[in-house]
């Protein structure tokens, strides 16, 4: 793959996390996507958290 421009610059701590928990396997994890997939049994069903720090 090739880059033009040189590095990327991004900041982790700007990014908005979204907390998930899987209805099949009960993992509570977080992403930055707004349609997420479970990272341990790749599950599609999933219910967003209110995260308690926002």
């Known amino acids: 793959m090739c880059s033009v421009g040189g590095p990327v610059n991004l900041d982790i701590e700007e990014l ?5 928990q ?3 396997c009960k993992k ?3 992403s930055t996507a707004e349609k ?4 341990q049994c790749k599950s599609e069903k999933v219910n967003r958290l209110q995260d308690k720090s926002e």
């Open 36 to 39: 997420s997939v479970c990272p």
């Open 22 to 24: 899987c209805n099949n």
């Open 28 to 30: 509570v994890y977080r």
């Open 16 to 20: 908005t996390w979204i907390k998930y």
